[in-house]
Nanobody, 122 residues
């Protein structure tokens, strides 16, 4: 069972920065891959950043150059550093983590975080 806890959301002015965290706990060996999604009011949830099993990152066009996804293997935590925030970045942000289960099976499983609100407003 993998449990994800997100933190770091809040209210920020345009041009500001936030760092979201997604900490994984439970019977896991590590994090294989991870994604960050966001869902604005009245809109569908969309993928904004992904980190594959080789730690290669990819970003949705509107956040390229502003957002950075990373992970800390020692802490089993995934981050989303968000800089130069814009009004249109306002949304609930969700992490989706592919965890590596405990030995001997090292089974892969996907889980969602609970979401954290990011509001960009002056």
């Amino acid at each position: 069972q993998v449990h994800l806890v997100e933190s770091g959301g809040g209210l920020v002015q345009p041009g500001g920065s936030l760092r979201l965290s997604c900490a994984a706990s439970g019977s896991i060996f590590g994090i294989n891959a991870a994604d960050w999604y966001r869902q604005a009011p009245g809109k569908q949830r969309v993928l904004v950043a992904s980190l594959d099993s080789h730690s290669v990152a990819d970003y949705e066009d509107s956040v390229k150059g502003r957002f950075t996804i990373s992970k800390d293997n020692a802490k089993n935590t995934v981050y989303l550093q968000m800089n130069s925030l814009k009004y249109e970045d306002t949304a609930v942000y969700y992490c989706n983590v592919e965890a590596i289960g405990s030995p001997p099976r090292f089974r892969l499983s996907r889980s969602w975080g609970q979401g954290t609100q990011v509001t960009v407003s002056s």
